[in-house]
DNA sequence: CTCATACTCCAACGAACGTTTGAATGTTAG
DNA sequence: CTAACATTCAAACGTTCGTTGGAGTATGAG
C-alpha cells in the first residue's frame, strides 16, 4: 500500500519531468521559441536555429513525443506548429522564471539592451492606444510569413531585409516602435539602430507576440498573404 | 555580427535551458513539490520522497546552482526553500502543462481520482465562501509544520496520523472537505476514504497551498506552533 | 520508370547525468 | 579537546543524451 503509493508518485513525477527533459536542451527551446512566430518547415526551422536538419528532426522529434509540437504534412515539406497556446505560455513564463532567476542572463539581456532609451517607455496597453490612435507606428520586422500568421493589433509589415528600401515608407515626425521575436530576438534591435541612425525617433518593444497574448492582449491574423516576395 | 548574433542566442537559450534541466529530473520536481509546502531540512525531504539524504542533497545543489532553492543553516540543521512564489507558480504551470498534454498523466490522475464522486464538486471561490460561513469544514490533512507554513483559510490542521483518534472533533451534518499537497499526494485521497467509511460526507479537494496561491486566492500563516507534538 | 527533394530512422561516438560509495567539513554537546 | 551528528564534497559506476554520418521513406518532376 505504502509502496504502491510511491509507484503511483514516480509515475506522475516522471511524466512532468518529460516536459522538462523536452526543456532543458537550449536548442529545443529556440525551436520552440521559432514555432511561438508560427507554423514551419523542418528546413526552416533549422536555418534559423542554425543546426542541421538531422539535428533538428531528431530534437523536433523529441518535442513531439512530449506532446508540445505536432506535424502536418503538405507534400514534400512537414510543416510543424506548437500543439496549443499554452505552449507558447510556458515558454513564457519559464524564460520569465530564468529572466527572474538567473542573474546571468538578466547581465546578457542588459548588455542587449544596453542603448536603454532604445526600450520602448510604453506598458503594452499603452503602446496598443497609441498605436490605436495612429500616435505611433508599429513595425513588425519578423519574415511576413510569421507576420502572416499573427501580429500585433495595427502594425504594419516591414521586414528587416527589406528596410533600407522601403526607408520612404515610414514617417519622420512620428516615434516608431519595432518589435520581432520577442526578448531574445535581435532583428528589432538591428532595425532600431538603423532607424535612429537615419534620423528616425524609433524603440524597441521587447514582446513578441507569445508574450504579448500571454499576457491577455489580442492578435491580429493576417486574412491573406502579403505582396512582398522575399521570403527567408 | 552575424556570428556574434548566434553567440549571445546561445547564451541566452543556455540560460533558460538551466531551468529546465532543474526541472528534467523527477525527484527534483518532487522536491520542489514538497518545498511548496514550506521550509524543510534536508532530512525530511529525503524522508518524504524516500530517497538517500545525500541523494537528495545532489539534486538540492543542483536546484540551488538554478537559483530556484535556497539554503538556511540552523544549528546542526540545513533548512531549504523555494527562493520566491514564482517558483511555486512555475511549478503548478509546468505540472497543468503536462496535463494538459500527456494523455498517460491524465489517466494516471484519473486513476488516482477513480471514486469521482470523492471529489469536490466546488470551485475554489465557492469553497472559500461556505468555508468562512462555516457550511463546510476543511481539513488539512499535511504535517503540522506545513500547516504552519501556510494553510487555506478557514482549514483546521488534521494531521492524517491523528485523524482516527480525533474523529470526535469532526461534525457529522456538514460536508467535511480534505485537501494537502496537491494533486500527486495521496494524503487528502487516504482521509476522505477513511472518513466516508466510518459515515462522514467527505469530499476531496484537489488544490494544495501552491495551487490556491498561484490562482490568486489568499493563504493564511500560522501566528505560532500548533500544540499537536507529532511531527514526522 | 528514374531522379531529386525533404525528412526520418538507425547506429555510434564522446559528453553529461543519476546514483552510490567513502572521505571531509562544519556544528553541537560534553 | 573529543565524540557524535548532519551535510557536503570527490570519485566511480552504468545509463542516457546530443550530435553526427549513413541508409531508408515518402512526395513530386520529368
Same mark, same amino acid.
Request: charged content about 30%; proline content about 5%; overall charge neutral.
Given at each position: 500500500?505504502?509502496n504502491?503509493g510511491?509507484q503511483?508518485?514516480?509515475?506522475l513525477?516522471?511524466?512532468? %519531468?518529460?516536459?522538462?527533459?523536452?526543456v532543458?536542451?537550449?536548442?529545443r527551446?529556440?525551436?520552440?521559441?521559432?514555432?511561438?512566430q508560427g507554423?514551419k518547415?523542418?528546413?526552416?526551422?533549422a536555418?534559423?536555429?542554425?543546426?542541421?536538419?538531422k539535428?533538428?528532426?531528431?530534437?523536433?522529434?523529441?518535442?513531439?513525443?512530449?506532446?508540445?509540437?505536432e506535424a502536418r504534412?503538405?507534400?514534400?515539406?512537414v510543416?510543424?506548429?506548437?500543439?496549443?497556446?499554452?505552449?507558447?505560455?510556458?515558454?513564457? %513564463?519559464?524564460?520569465?522564471?530564468?529572466?527572474?532567476?538567473?542573474?546571468?542572463?538578466?547581465a546578457?539581456l542588459a548588455?542587449?539592451?544596453?542603448?536603454?532609451h532604445?526600450?520602448?517607455p510604453?506598458?503594452?496597453?499603452?503602446?496598443?492606444?497609441?498605436a490605436?490612435?495612429?500616435e505611433v507606428?508599429?513595425?513588425?520586422?519578423?519574415?511576413?510569413?510569421?507576420?502572416?500568421s499573427?501580429?500585433?493589433?495595427?502594425?504594419q509589415?516591414?521586414?528587416l531585409?527589406?528596410l533600407?528600401?522601403?526607408? %520612404?515608407?515610414?514617417?519622420?515626425?512620428?516615434?516608431?516602435?519595432?518589435y520581432?521575436?520577442?526578448?531574445?530576438?535581435?532583428?528589432s534591435? $538591428? %532595425?532600431?539602430?538603423?532607424?535612429?541612425?537615419?534620423?528616425?525617433?524609433?524603440?524597441r518593444? $521587447?514582446d513578441?507576440?507569445?508574450?504579448?497574448r500571454?499576457?491577455?492582449?489580442?492578435v491580429?491574423?493576417?486574412?491573406?498573404?502579403?505582396?512582398?516576395?522575399? $521570403?527567408g
Amino acid at each position: 500500500m505504502k509502496n504502491s503509493g510511491r509507484q503511483v508518485k514516480d509515475l506522475l513525477y516522471a511524466q512532468v %519531468a518529460r516536459i522538462g527533459k523536452a526543456v532543458c536542451s537550449p536548442k529545443r527551446l529556440e525551436l520552440i521559441d521559432l514555432l511561438c512566430q508560427g507554423e514551419k518547415p523542418v528546413e526552416r526551422l533549422a536555418a534559423e536555429a542554425q543546426i542541421s536538419v538531422k539535428l533538428a528532426s531528431a530534437h523536433l522529434k523529441e518535442l513531439r513525443q512530449a506532446h508540445m509540437v505536432e506535424a502536418r504534412k503538405e507534400g514534400k515539406h512537414v510543416y510543424y506548429r506548437l500543439t496549443g497556446e499554452a505552449v507558447a505560455d510556458f515558454w513564457v %513564463a519559464i524564460r520569465s522564471l530564468a529572466e527572474d532567476r538567473l542573474l546571468e542572463l538578466r547581465a546578457a539581456l542588459a548588455k542587449l539592451a544596453e542603448h536603454a532609451h532604445e526600450l520602448t517607455p510604453m506598458s503594452r496597453e499603452e503602446l496598443l492606444a497609441r498605436a490605436k490612435s495612429g500616435e505611433v507606428i508599429v513595425l513588425d520586422v519578423r519574415p511576413p510569413s510569421e507576420y502572416v500568421s499573427g501580429h500585433l493589433p495595427y502594425a504594419q509589415s516591414m521586414p528587416l531585409d527589406e528596410l533600407k528600401k522601403r526607408l %520612404a515608407e515610414l514617417p519622420r515626425d512620428k516615434p516608431v516602435v519595432a518589435y520581432c521575436r520577442g526578448p531574445f530576438c535581435l532583428m528589432s534591435k $538591428e %532595425a532600431v539602430e538603423y532607424l535612429n541612425q537615419e534620423g528616425f525617433h524609433a524603440f524597441r518593444f $521587447e514582446d513578441g507576440v507569445a508574450e504579448w497574448r500571454a499576457h491577455g492582449l489580442p492578435v491580429e491574423v493576417a486574412r491573406q498573404a502579403l505582396k512582398s516576395g522575399a $521570403e527567408g
